[in-house]
């Protein structure tokens, strides 16, 4: 955070029109069933609206490159403004971003059923992004559509299938409402089961592609393993496409500082929308924000009544086990920490932060 923190104050003082913010992206957002919540970096170039996500390693190498930029400024160099390819602040438009993931769940697949929907795309902060069109069509050794007619194709129990061959088509019919911003070169991306490879449609430039793509997977004898993620695991199926840059406007006159107000108003005018379209789940919203501010200060408090204790005890230290435990959230009681002090009065040994 206080790298990000700094990062917007040199692109505020270098007058770079940029803004950083941290972004927790989860497994399902990265195109992953399952795995840990990544903490990345959000650009956002305030004139335009456009956006870049950036891991961990580049958001620090950009940042060293972006303190070495504004030394110079500061030292008074001419040249502390670098050209556009080598200038940290810049990305460019042209490369493709993602707008977001759909979940598809291929469970019919285990009863040789057909499966026809729209599903939601969401991205990393599970807002929809637009639909995607998707259908999967059980097939016969010949390639024939199984339907209802084929008895011989009817499962009763998804464990039937083990030892059998199972043949299907996968198509991605299209996609409609995607950001208006988001529509060129927009293509799907998918890696499914234990391809080695992933599977992608064609590009469209529109906001609602009808790519109509299709591909047949074929499995010579269906395994426990394949039974099992064709019943838990959901197929994530990527949208990508590139960021239209817009015309210029009048905001290219303002500074970042002026750029970075007015972002935030119409921040909060969205917000005050959202109350009036939908007062409930903005009250859900707001408990919980509500919620997490009461835990941070039942916290702070904790730590208050820890350290003034042990002032009042004599004591020039507090153990750093007893500030672990109070900032672990499933051991957050008082009571609990006072045993962990008592055990630390025992254990002079133990590592210890010193009370100012």
Same mark, same amino acid.
């Given at each position: 955070?206080?790298?990000?923190?700094?990062?917007?104050?040199?692109?505020?003082?270098?007058?770079?029109?940029?803004?950083?913010?941290?972004?927790?992206?989860?497994?399902?957002?990265?195109?992953?069933?399952?795995?840990?919540?990544?903490?990345?970096?959000?650009?956002?170039?305030?004139?335009?609206?456009?956006?870049?996500?950036?891991?961990?390693?580049?958001?620090?190498?950009?940042?060293?490159?972006?303190?070495?930029?504004?030394?110079?400024?500061?030292?008074?160099?001419?040249?502390?403004?670098?050209?556009?390819?080598?200038?940290?602040?810049?990305?460019?438009?042209?490369?493709?971003?993602?707008?977001?993931?759909?979940?598809?769940?291929?469970?019919?697949?285990?009863?040789?059923?057909?499966?026809?929907?729209?599903?939601?795309?969401?991205?990393?902060?599970?807002?929809? *992004?637009?639909?995607?069109? &998707?259908?999967?069509?059980?097939?016969?050794?010949?390639?024939?559509?199984?339907?209802?007619?084929?008895?011989?194709?009817?499962?009763?129990?998804?464990?039937?299938?083990?030892?059998?061959?199972?043949?299907?088509?996968?198509?991605? &019919?299209?996609?409609?409402g995607l950001p208006p911003k988001i529509t060129d070169d927009v293509y799907c991306e998918f890696t499914?089961?234990?391809?080695?490879?992933?599977?992608?449609?064609?590009?469209?430039?529109?906001?609602?592609?009808?790519?109509?793509?299709?591909?047949?997977?074929?499995?010579?004898?269906?395994?426990?393993?394949?039974?099992?993620?064709?019943?838990?695991?959901?197929?994530? &199926?990527?949208?990508?496409?590139?960021?239209?840059?817009?015309?210029?406007?009048?905001?290219?006159?303002?500074?970042?500082?002026?750029?970075?107000?007015?972002?935030?108003?119409?921040?909060?005018?969205?917000?005050?929308?959202?109350?009036?379209?939908?007062?409930?789940?903005?009250?859900?919203?707001?408990?919980?924000?509500? *919620?997490?501010?009461?835990?941070?200060?039942?916290?702070i408090n904790q730590v208050k009544e820890v350290v003034t204790s042990a002032k009042q005890e004599g004591h020039s230290t507090v153990s750093i086990a007893s500030l672990d435990a109070i900032l672990t959230?499933?051991?957050?009681?008082?009571?609990?920490?006072?045993? &962990?002090?008592?055990?630390?009065?025992?254990?002079?040994?133990?590592?210890?932060?010193?009370?100012?």
């Amino acid at each position: 955070m206080p790298m990000v923190n700094e990062v917007n104050a040199i692109s505020e003082e270098l007058d770079k029109k940029k803004h950083f913010e941290i972004a927790l992206v989860s497994p399902q957002a990265r195109g992953l069933s399952a795995g840990r919540t990544l903490v990345m970096v959000k650009m956002s170039d305030l004139v335009h609206g456009n956006f870049w996500m950036w891991d961990r390693n580049k958001f620090i190498n950009r940042k060293y490159k972006m303190v070495e930029m504004y030394q110079n400024f500061v030292d008074g160099d001419p040249e502390w403004d670098l050209p556009q390819n080598i200038d940290p602040f810049y990305e460019d438009v042209d490369d493709h971003v993602l707008i977001g993931q759909s979940q598809v769940h291929l469970k019919c697949l285990a009863y040789y059923i057909g499966f026809e929907e729209s599903v939601i795309i969401t991205d990393y902060e599970a807002r929809e *992004r637009g639909f995607l069109q &998707v259908e999967i069509i059980p097939l016969k050794e010949n390639g024939e559509p199984i339907g209802d007619e084929d008895d011989d194709y009817f499962i009763e129990d998804p464990s039937e299938l083990v030892g059998k061959a199972l043949k299907y088509k996968f198509q991605i &019919v299209g996609a409609k409402g995607l950001p208006p911003k988001i529509t060129d070169d927009v293509y799907c991306e998918f890696t499914m089961y234990l391809d080695e490879s992933p599977s992608r449609t064609g590009s469209l430039t529109s906001r609602n592609p009808d790519w109509n793509w299709s591909k047949i997977f074929t499995h010579s004898a269906v395994t426990e393993q394949l039974l099992t993620y064709l019943n838990d695991e959901p197929l994530i &199926v990527k949208v990508w496409g590139k960021q239209r840059l817009g015309s210029v406007s009048s905001a290219q006159n303002l500074t970042t500082k002026q750029l970075k107000t007015i972002n935030e108003k119409e921040k909060i005018s969205n917000f005050m929308k959202k109350v009036a379209r939908n007062p409930s789940s903005v009250s859900l919203d707001l408990a919980v924000a509500l *919620r997490k501010v009461e835990l941070m200060l039942n916290m702070i408090n904790q730590v208050k009544e820890v350290v003034t204790s042990a002032k009042q005890e004599g004591h020039s230290t507090v153990s750093i086990a007893s500030l672990d435990a109070i900032l672990t959230p499933e051991n957050t009681k008082l009571e609990e920490v006072s045993n &962990v002090i008592n055990f630390e009065k025992d254990n002079p040994n133990s590592q210890v932060c010193t009370v100012q």
